[in-house]
């Protein structure tokens, strides 16, 4: 299975477009009345379903007999997985099974399988499980420092655009103790060296490990190179961006806080930005 991707608009970067569809459940046959049960998708090169109604749900419609409706509901959508499977597309499943209605085909641009679902929960339910959504486990979601060498991989491609002399300048190493290991820069000039770090929304607090990492690193070697500037220029999410819960938000903006706070306290600037174009003109800004 491939997945295309879209231009970067206001995202951290771009992101491949994967496709899924919603599935619908009409409890009583003819009404018409239908509740979003799950999502049947395509992410990683892999086909799935995640089921959103919360069993809280189906015990207040359905009380002593919910234990059936959810048998009934997790079979339907185990044959939506084996039919993506067998078909490898999502294309054709446009036919209900099992008394659950396939929705319409779309292609959403997420950064993570927990960004895909969440979209599908907003657009579709009320009684899908938000919070739940939150929980995936880490392992669904890529490490910092993927996630970070790609936006400093964006960064580096559209500054050398603005200015190709600041080559040599990127990917950078410097010593940070006298005759010690050389630790590699984002970016290092006699002027500033900086380094590129994403606070990742699904891994916030390795996201904020990783910050304080590299502000150490900042801080050593804006000493002993004698450099005027040290900076770290942080990828974030919009806070209006409608894929993060309350909590994540609240979470995102907290690390932000901290990380602003550790670096002034380090003699070091912390620039927050959304997109890799505003990282690219605050290091060419920073650089001049």
Same mark, same amino acid.
């Given at each position: 299975?491939?997945?295309?991707?879209?231009?970067?608009?206001?995202?951290?970067?771009?992101?491949?477009?994967?496709?899924?569809?919603?599935?619908?459940?009409?409890?009583?046959?003819?009404?018409?009345?239908?509740?979003?049960? =799950?999502?049947?998708? =395509?992410?990683?090169?892999?086909? =799935?379903?995640?089921?959103?109604?919360?069993?809280?749900?189906?015990?207040?419609?359905?009380?002593?007999?919910?234990? =059936?409706?959810?048998?009934?509901?997790?079979?339907?959508?185990?044959?939506? /997985?084996?039919?993506?499977?067998?078909?490898?597309?999502?294309? #054709?499943?446009?036919?209900?099974?099992?008394?659950?209605?396939?929705?319409?085909?779309?292609?959403?641009?997420?950064?993570?399988?927990?960004?895909?679902?969440?979209?599908?929960?907003?657009?579709?339910?009320?009684?899908?499980?938000?919070?739940?959504?939150?929980?995936?486990?880490?392992?669904?979601?890529?490490?910092?420092?993927?996630?970070?060498?790609?936006?400093?991989?964006?960064?580096?491609?559209?500054?050398?655009?603005?200015?190709?002399?600041?080559?040599?300048?990127?990917?950078?190493?410097?010593?940070?103790?006298?005759?010690?290991?050389?630790?590699?820069?984002? #970016?290092?000039?006699?002027?500033?060296?900086?380094?590129?770090?994403?606070?990742?929304?699904? /891994?916030?607090?390795?996201?904020?490990?990783?910050?304080?990492?590299? &502000?150490?690193?900042?801080?050593?070697?804006?000493?002993?190179?004698?450099?005027?500037?040290?900076?770290?220029?942080?990828?974030?999410?919009?806070?209006?961006?409608?894929?993060?819960?309350?909590?994540?938000?609240?979470?995102?903006?907290?690390?932000?806080?901290?990380?602003?706070?550790?670096?002034?306290?380090?003699?070091?600037?912390?620039?927050?930005?959304?997109?890799?174009?505003?990282?690219?003109?605050?290091?060419?800004? &920073?650089?001049?």
């Amino acid at each position: 299975m491939n997945a295309t991707t879209r231009p970067g608009i206001d995202g951290i970067l771009d992101a491949p477009l994967h496709p899924w569809r919603p599935l619908f459940w009409e409890p009583v046959n003819g009404t018409g009345e239908r509740l979003l049960v =799950g999502v049947v998708h =395509g992410y990683a090169g892999h086909w =799935g379903t995640a089921r959103m109604l919360r069993d809280e749900s189906l015990d207040c419609l359905f009380g002593k007999r919910s234990q =059936g409706a959810r048998r009934l509901i997790e079979h339907g959508l185990a044959l939506f /997985r084996a039919a993506a499977d067998a078909g490898g597309s999502l294309q #054709f499943l446009s036919e209900p099974l099992m008394g659950i209605y396939p929705g319409e085909l779309r292609n959403t641009a997420a950064r993570s399988l927990h960004e895909l679902l969440r979209t599908a929960a907003l657009l579709h339910s009320s009684l899908a499980n938000l919070d739940k959504l939150d929980e995936l486990e880490e392992v669904d979601a890529p490490l910092p420092e993927e996630v970070n060498r790609r936006f400093s991989t964006e960064v580096k491609d559209i500054a050398l655009a603005m200015r190709p002399d600041l080559l040599n300048y990127f990917g950078t190493s410097t010593e940070l103790v006298p005759g010690g290991q050389r630790v590699k820069f984002g #970016f290092c000039s006699p002027r500033v060296v900086a380094h590129f770090n994403v606070l990742y929304p699904v /891994r916030p607090s390795a996201s904020l490990r990783d910050a304080r990492a590299r &502000l150490f690193e900042l801080q050593q070697a804006k000493t002993l190179a004698n450099i005027q500037l040290g900076a770290l220029i942080g990828a974030v999410v919009r806070d209006d961006d409608a894929t993060l819960s309350d909590r994540q938000r609240q979470q995102l903006r907290d690390a932000r806080s901290e990380i602003a706070s550790e670096a002034s306290a380090a003699g070091l600037d912390y620039y927050p930005v959304t997109t890799a174009q505003q990282g690219a003109e605050r290091i060419v800004e &920073l650089a001049a």
